[in-house]
């Protein structure tokens, strides 16, 4: 292990380590090159236009939107007052909340404690709990926590029948418009699940929407037990540290107040630093440099605890969500993208770390390392002087050594441990890498305008639907072609529809599995 | 929805559908050309070669092996005859094992049955059982599922703590050869944790492991429950369809004969079929045709079914592991590799069907659509004529539609419901298609030669710690460059280590944060 670079020396020039929040950005394996002048200049600009961005600037044009992520993190720089109350408003009704469900001043119809707290929502609305609810509670919460984040009834069904007590349970809805169809489809099936028990939805529900929404409607039209607010200016994406994460902290019994801080040191931090020591700029600029701007190169994201599985899945959301992108801010087709994908180490090694060091060279890793264990058999010895700890750090330590050798960069966050404010902290990193990352490749970080088809399109299929099953009353077997041609649809698309309605006994029934010959009729 | 290309027949010409074991491949947006008499020649060769493999050939020459996994599912196939009686006898134990499990006569210390099942393993040991338990069982096992499959000792501490009762839990080792660390470490995690609670581990104990290996020899010795056998001529990533699989699902009582016979469906099929008309060469081709025979476009498994997440991950190991290769079989730099991820639909349409949409054309989509919902709110409206299920398939439509419109490739893989048999099937095409590639490519599908590496690297980590707490007895403080030169290490691999022991208070202090200027003493 003796080498006549200095290892050492290289890596303190490439270490970026903070005090508060304690967190370093390790770049020893990352193989860049010192940014040039001209590269420290564009990370200036970039940092200059998010601080125009925090002062409240339209960031989303598109959406004609301020985007406040970062104030919600510190709401006197809200460039509102008025934004700036709300937000701590919020954190009032929070902690109100939360003390209520403790207490049992707000009980089940019963009179009980709630045990359970169902979240009902999907994307950012679920994806930021159930990281922060995984990394921090663990087996440990002061509620049993489960999750609706689809619209698939096989999975709901699975769900509701794991939850001890659906009447010891509170119900989250978390929308910000109310109108998406999965969150809306779960809120309904647990309110049927609800009244199939005689147990009254409204008296266990619990609404996180903008205000004035049609979720907020229904929910003080019917007497849901609260209503705390989201915003406009907050992306899905972006608002685990809204009402959307911080509810279910405080109902969970998290210390959100610690993560709070936790991210709002580290926007301190990557708001001033200058660029070649602020953690959020050199992240952003080796994402740059290994894709060439372009994406070209993957981020395989590597925690090494088993709390952190999620966190490759939380930055495939946030990083893909905001950077695949057709059109630059100019207007210009760049399909832009950065793919993120990964798990948790060293499980993964015993999955595609082999192609990761002997296949292609299409991705870059980032490496998440908790130098303390948490709570466990900390010293419990599996070899003499060795235990289960040091065999995860070794093995860290191991699989970065062998991508290095083959020449494919890594980079390294180094938290001294796991808890709520180096989760805020981490989190507020990579808003802003993904900030930065979006000014160096011009596009617009905060709307998402390809999701939007799909929707239709899915609209579509289910209108498509209802004509045909109307179509299908009182005739002959046809075939998918001849209801095609009655209804005015495509043909393909009608046989689609059709074997999904027969497959499920929706009153249709299909006779024979080739798309021109079967026929259906009424069933 | 109407349109001047009749896309039901071109959807009818790319659609290969079978009755047994009943599954659909449609390529109908799969922007497939119609291979030529070249082509099929090849996919012909391809398909000769693993009937070469099924026969008994050395199909993985670097560590000598026979590839069996095929046999599994058809005893009778095995070129040994002696090989197809130790299946069928592994089987016979399977049963007997869970019988007497389910009697009650193998029971727990206090002579209560058992309550749950707790796997120690990782990698191919883990992740099959996990995703049948998963797709197949949902909240009805027999017992409760629990996985250790990593040496997190924060992870094991927790999954240890969600365990009801230690006591009333049968432990499963799955190790090929008994040596991997991690499971080791699982291992003995979980013996101290019975040793803690004044339980015999032996007694609870069951191993699945290659006869011969350490693992086996320590069951035996010990008086463990049972030691079912694996063989060296099955790999991890192909062991679900071998005890590894077959012994979980027994356990958790979910049809493991199904699933064999599922699979055993599909070895027919895709040993039999000509190209064209064969799922897994067509599924082979479509990769090969997508990435230019260099997995230079990445697949996204989306199925829509929540009990299919885990479907993504198997994949990622199944096909990542057997073709990210540096060498083709003559030994040429090749530099493979296919990249998977995904998660589930329509949930993923939330977070990165953005980038599919909108940003870099660089992978393909495997959609997984399974017709008919399972157990739940089936008929239950969502609104007029319409149910969540309605809506989910909606969306796998609707998603679907928005990349064709965009040029972006998918497939779909069509099953009437999500059954044992259909699983079993699923996994088989899976495995035929990995084989089939690398036949194309020509690469050793079989080993996994980067993973080495690693382990070796993290084993010289290991040393160092052991030699560098020894040389810190009865010192001066001293700094990571003293103390490697001491040693004689690298200054940076001892820093790296040092801190670690620090932050755990394994018998190090450390004064400061600098890698130059921080001190180390004996604790």
Redesign the interface.
């Known amino acids: 292990?003796?080498?006549s670079v200095?290892?050492?020396a290289?890596?303190?020039r490439w270490?970026i380590?903070l005090?508060a929040p304690a967190i370093e950005l390790d770049l020893?394996d990352a193989r860049l090159a010192e940014p040039d002048v001209a590269d420290l200049a564009r990370l200036q600009i970039a940092l200059a236009a998010m601080a125009r961005l925090e002062a409240g600037a339209i960031a989303n044009p598109d959406e004609g939107r301020q985007v406040g992520h970062f104030w919600l993190r510190a709401p006197a720089l809200a460039p509102d007052p008025a934004i700036g109350a709300a937000i701590e408003a919020s954190w009032r009704q929070i902690d109100e909340l939360a003390a209520h469900v403790r207490s049992g001043s707000l009980a089940a119809a019963d009179g009980e404690p709630f045990r359970d707290l169902l979240l009902v929502g999907?994307?950012?609305s679920?994806?930021g709990p159930l990281l922060v609810a995984d990394a921090l509670g663990?087996?440990?919460t002061a509620l049993g926590f489960h999750v609706l984040?689809?619209?698939?009834?096989?999975?709901?069904?699975?769900t509701l029948?794991?939850i001890p007590s659906l009447a010891h349970t509170l119900v989250l809805v978390i929308s910000k418009s109310g109108s998406?169809?999965?969150t809306?489809?779960?809120m309904?099936?647990v309110a049927?699940?609800c009244q199939a028990q005689g147990l009254a939805f409204a008296a266990q529900a619990v609404a996180i929407t903008v205000p004035g929404s049609g979720l907020a409607a229904q929910a003080e039209r019917e007497g849901w037990r609260a209503v705390v607010p989201m915003w406009e200016w907050v992306g899905?994406r972006f608002s685990v540290t809204a009402a959307v994460g911080l509810a279910p902290m405080a109902l969970l019994g998290l210390d959100w107040r610690a993560f709070l801080a936790g991210a709002a040191a580290m926007d301190a931090h990557t708001r001033e630093a200058p660029p070649r020591h602020n953690l959020a700029a050199m992240l952003a600029w080796l994402w740059y440099a290994e894709g060439q701007g372009?994406?070209e190169r993957?981020m395989v994201a590597l925690p090494?605890?088993?709390?952190l599985t999620l966190l490759a899945?939380y930055l495939?959301?946030l990083v893909?969500?905001s950077?695949?992108?057709?059109l630059d801010r100019q207007g210009r087709e760049v399909?832009?993208?950065l793919?993120?994908?990964g798990?948790?180490g060293?499980?993964d090694?015993?999955?595609?770390?082999?192609?990761?060091?002997?296949?292609?060279?299409?991705?870059f890793a980032l490496f998440l390392r908790v130098?303390?264990?948490?709570?466990?058999?900390?010293?419990?010895e599996?070899?003499?002087?060795?235990?289960?700890?040091?065999?995860?750090?070794?093995?860290y330590?191991?699989?970065r050594?062998?991508l290095a050798?083959r020449g494919r960069a890594s980079a390294t966050l180094v938290l001294?441990?796991?808890d709520a404010a180096a989760l805020g902290a981490l989190i507020a990193l990579f808003e802003r890498a993904v900030g930065l990352y979006a000014e160096l490749v011009d596009v617009n970080a905060y709307h998402?305008?390809?999701?939007e088809?799909?929707?239709?399109?899915?609209?579509?299929?289910?209108d498509?639907?209802?004509r045909l099953?109307a179509a299908l009353v009182d005739r002959e077997p046809q075939s998918?072609?001849e209801l095609?041609a009655r209804v005015?649809?495509?043909?393909?698309?009608t046989?689609?529809?059709l074997?999904?309605l027969a497959?499920?006994h929706?009153g249709v029934r299909q006779e024979g599995?080739?798309?021109?010959e079967a026929r259906f009729t009424r069933a």
Chains 1, 2 share one sequence.
């Open positions: 292990m003796t080498t200095d290892r050492l290289h890596y303190r270490r380590a005090d020893a999907i994307g950012g679920a994806l663990g087996e440990s984040d689809n619209t698939d009834p096989t999975g709901i069904h699975r029948a794991r998406t169809v999965e809306r489809n779960g309904l099936e049927a699940a899905g372009r994406g993957a090494y605890r088993d709390g899945r495939q959301q893909m969500e950077l695949g992108k057709r399909w832009q993208g793919t993120v994908y798990n948790k060293s499980t090694q015993h999955a595609y770390v082999q192609q990761l060091r002997d296949g292609r060279h299409d991705f130098l303390a264990d948490g709570p466990g058999p900390v010293g419990h599996v070899e003499p002087g060795v235990t289960s700890g040091d065999c995860l750090d070794g093995f330590q191991g699989t050594a062998a050798e001294p441990r796991l998402q305008p390809g999701v088809a799909g929707k239709v399109a899915a609209r579509a299929v289910l498509l639907q209802r099953v998918a072609r095609a005015g649809a495509d043909p393909l698309a046989w689609q529809v074997r999904s497959a499920n929706r599995d080739d798309p021109e």
